[in-house]
């Protein structure tokens, strides 16, 4: 549904997600952290991370973020890219997302972790 990252101020941020998982509930996460690129994004993904644990019922060992990249992909159009860790019916995997930027990084962010978690979780 959304990502914002927003400035609290002295460096700080807040990051926030809300997600409609399929079996019609919402999920919103939030998270506070340092500001700036890379590190907004990344608190950005982990808000997103945090919200897919809240729509499996998991926890740190559920799902966790391994890293956040911001590369030009086809034909040099910005992408997000997210490496996850996730755990599932006994299998631990690392899983990779990815999603176009546009003029939305944030949005594009909480897109990428869904796109890594989705089918594994079975969260989308």
């Known amino acids: ?3 914002e990252l927003t400035d609290l101020g002295s460096g700080q941020c807040r990051a926030r997600v809300a997600m409609h ?3 019609g509930f919402d999920v919103v996460a939030e998270l506070e952290g340092p500001c700036g ?9 982990q808000a997103a991370v945090e919200g897919v644990r809240k729509a499996v ?4 060992s559920t799902v966790s ?3 956040v990249a911001i590369k030009p992909a086809y034909k040099g159009e910005i992408t997000v890219f997210v490496a996850v860790w996730a755990s599932f019916l006994g299998q631990r995997r690392q899983l990779l997302g ?3 930027a546009a003029d939305d990084h944030n949005r594009a962010a909480a897109l990428a ?3 890594a978690c989705n089918r594994f979780l079975s969260v989308g």
Do not use: I, Y
Request: aromatic share 4%; charged share 25%; hydrophobic share 35%.
């Open 1 to 3: 549904k959304s990502a």
């Open 21 to 23: 998982h399929r079996d």
């Open 37 to 45: 690129d890379p590190v907004g994004l990344k608190l950005v993904a």
């Open 57 to 60: 019922g998991g926890n740190e």
């Open 65 to 67: 973020l391994e890293g």
């Open 98 to 100: 990815f999603s176009p």
């Open 113 to 115: 972790v869904l796109s």
